[in-house]
């Protein structure tokens, strides 16, 4: 396998590991651009959709069992979304830290029950024959070339997702309000703007996204009680470079998380990748402390 | 008869009852107890940050790692005789062929113990300043030490031939030429933990008092305010936090010695978190509050733990969540006049007469 070659696809797994990340922390990032809170219990919300694309194929085997697994795994991640946004959430909002610690609490909860049902070790979940095969370059000065298909899919459902968020955001009217109340939530509020209503709709879209996620992540790998824990804290760092609230700047974010991290890796161990990761975090925010994309406000924080 | 203060009162028999402890309790719960203790130096510094100044940190076993392992570094090194080429046996285990170059120095007690309070209290300083001085705090601060606490634990654990990894280090026997294992050891480790408690409480007590305290207090509730009053505020989010983590530092380096053991699975995220946790339940804005917490939580945990491992990790959760939601002030909050929780225990205690009379 030539240099270029491995280059290339270490490029083409910072595009796949970026495109989980931008699953996963699209939620994440909506929510606290409109409630300034961010729930610790989002990970969990990978698992569940991990376990439930592994009992999805359980009752639906066969090459389309994983399209199925899709809805069923964003519908039942939302509808978890919404009932900790109910009971948990909304009530601490005025506490952001404080929400933080609750939802660990709810996430250290969940864990102990998918442990308790599921057991310790993990469900495997098989991709479909259909996603079993390798595109490889044969020719060519990328010579060498492997890429997994399954890894591909990933970028596929990504990118129709963001496009689906996108057009939701900026074509239909939920959006306009979505972005009304992320920009003045009390003028939002005095138009007539259900603001308590987008926080819960916004909420369990974005657990939804994070099931969604857990059924890609299912294929990667098996499924264990701790599974979301991997991907939440890079999750994190996504939002904290991406800025208030903005799908753009999660994208952008992501990809700069997953590039990094698949690029440094060719010179160092992952451990270590993880402190250089988190130093240029530390060193980006003394740059842009408001992250990549910044939401225009005149509101002072604090 | 004069009238006595009655917190004047308890404080002296707490103390008192501290100091006595090796005769009262048990040496198993004695050495629960110093442990636990030593943890407690830990959650005051929590206090200090969250309570007061209003900064989470989700990373203060980064700190307490850094304790730790610099009081561990040395007890490794005793006995050896490095110039000989001697090397502590994990590393010989691993291969190593010399004793790495950052080892050396801490064949001296001084040198280690200095580490102990300097090493983790510099840095938090400086991490914290890189935050503060860019605004960075709430959330976002403490989601960036989260991410520092795992890092800094797969760190450990992968660096297996420079710290010990996965299993930590372990299996020392001496600290300046004293033996650590027997129970005269044990109760004199107790002592000097008990000592220190004392001391950090009424150095923080000093310092909340002070003019320090209020600044801190006033950037927790108002740092634009604070700001437009024409005070950087933060110098004193600097301060507390690197106190923090030294006092984090200090309680490690005690944890260690009583526990024989410091190991990856003491400074992750996980045990960081739970650490919060400790202050929480105990009351955030209330000294006595984090150690009683602490203790309270540790014993809860020691108790249930071992019976059904499964069944605490629910009453954890649950922990969390209440006490967040329904006890923000935590225990302490019952017996602080004028606070909700105060009031709510007045209200149970002033009806329960009128029920019986019913």
Redesign the interface.
């Known amino acids: 396998m030539g240099e270029s070659a491995f280059l290339v696809g270490q490029i083409f797994n910072g595009f796949s590991v970026a495109s989980l990340f931008v699953l996963a922390a699209l939620g994440l990032a909506l929510s606290?651009g409109l409630m300034?809170?961010?729930n610790m219990a989002h990970g969990e919300m990978l698992m569940l959709g991990g376990y439930l694309a592994y009992m999805t194929l359980q009752v639906v085997p066969g090459p389309l069992g994983i399209i199925v697994a899709m809805p069923v795994a964003f519908l039942g991640a939302a509808l978890i979304g919404a009932l900790l946004e109910w009971s948990?959430i909304h009530?601490?909002s005025a506490?952001?830290?404080?929400t933080?610690?609750?939802t660990?609490?709810?996430?250290?909860?969940l864990?102990?029950a998918a442990?308790?049902l599921f057991g310790a070790i993990g469900v495997e979940v098989t991709a479909p024959s259909w996603l079993n095969h390798v595109v490889q370059l044969h020719t060519g000065p990328l010579e060498g070339l492997t890429l997994p298909d399954t890894r591909l899919f990933i970028l596929v459902v990504a990118g129709i997702v963001l496009a689906g968020i996108a057009l939701i955001l900026n074509k239909t009217r939920l959006g306009l309000y979505v972005r009304a109340v992320n920009q003045d939530r009390s003028t939002a509020a005095a138009m007539g703007v259900n603001a308590r209503l987008i926080d819960l709709m916004v909420f369990s879209l974005g657990t939804g996204v994070a099931g969604l996620a857990g059924v890609i992540l299912a294929l990667l790998g098996p499924v264990t009680p701790t599974v979301g824990?991997s991907y939440i804290?890079p999750a994190?760092?996504v939002?904290?470079l991406g800025g208030l609230g903005s799908l753009v700047g999660t994208t952008i974010a992501s990809l700069i998380v997953g590039l990094f991290t698949a690029l440094i890796e060719i010179f160092v161990?992952?451990?270590?990748a993880?402190?250089l990761?988190?130093v240029f975090?530390?060193v980006f925010?003394?740059f842009r402390?408001q992250g990549v994309i910044t939401v225009r406000t005149r509101a002072?924080e604090? | 008869m004069k009238k006595f203060d009655p917190k004047l009162i308890s404080g002296i028999i707490i103390i008192i009852l501290g100091a006595l402890a090796p005769w009262i309790i048990s040496q198993y719960e004695l050495s629960l107890l110093g442990r636990f203790l030593a943890l407690s130096i830990l959650a005051m510094g929590i206090m200090l940050t969250?309570g007061e100044a209003?900064i989470?940190s989700?990373g203060q076993g980064v700190f307490f790692g850094l304790g730790g392992y610099a009081l561990a570094m040395h007890l490794k090194l005793e006995g050896l005789n490095v110039a000989n080429g001697d090397m502590p046996d994990f590393m010989v285990w691993s291969g190593v062929s010399a004793l790495p170059k950052f080892w050396y120095p801490f064949q001296s007690g001084i040198f280690s113990i200095a580490c102990v309070v300097l090493v983790p209290g510099l840095f938090a300083a400086g991490?914290s300043w890189?935050?503060f001085r860019?605004?960075?705090?709430?959330?976002?601060f403490?989601?960036?030490t989260?991410?520092?606490a795992?890092?800094f634990s797969?760190?450990l654990?992968?660096?297996q031939s420079l710290t010990g990894g996965f299993n930590g280090l372990t299996d020392y026997s001496t600290l300046f030429g004293y033996d650590i294992t027997t129970s005269e050891a044990a109760r004199v480790i107790y002592w000097v933990t008990f000592v220190i408690v004392v001391i950090a409480f009424f150095f923080l007590k000093w310092l909340l008092g002070s003019r320090y305290g209020v600044m801190l207090r006033a950037t927790r509730d108002?740092?634009?305010r604070v700001r437009f009053l024409g005070h950087n505020p933060v110098p004193y989010k600097v301060v507390a936090f690197g106190i923090a983590g030294a006092l984090a530092g200090i309680g490690g380096a005690l944890f260690t010695l009583h526990s024989g053991v410091v190991s990856p699975a003491l400074v992750g995220?996980v045990p960081s978190?739970e650490m919060?946790?400790w202050v929480?339940v105990g009351g955030r804005n209330i000294l006595w509050g984090a150690i009683a917490g602490t203790l309270l939580v540790n014993f809860a945990k020691d108790q249930i733990s071992s019976a059904f491992p499964?069944l605490w990790?629910?009453g954890?959760?649950?922990?969390?969540?209440l006490a967040?939601?329904f006890l923000?002030m935590g225990i302490a909050g019952l017996f602080r006049p004028g606070s909700g929780e105060e009031r709510v225990m007045r209200r149970i205690i002033s009806r329960r007469p009128l029920k019986t009379a019913e």
């Open positions: 606290f300034r809170v961010i948990v009530r601490l506490r952001p830290l404080d933080l610690l609750a660990w609490g709810v996430s250290l909860v864990q102990q442990r308790n824990q804290v994190f760092l939002v904290i161990d992952v451990s270590v993880q402190v990761l988190l975090v530390i925010i003394q402390p002072l604090g | 969250w209003g989470l989700l991490f890189l935050m860019r605004r960075v705090g709430g959330v976002y403490a989601l960036i989260q991410a520092l795992l890092a797969t760190l654990i992968s660096q108002g740092e634009n995220v978190i919060v946790v929480a499964s990790l629910y954890l959760g649950a922990l969390f969540i967040v939601s923000p």
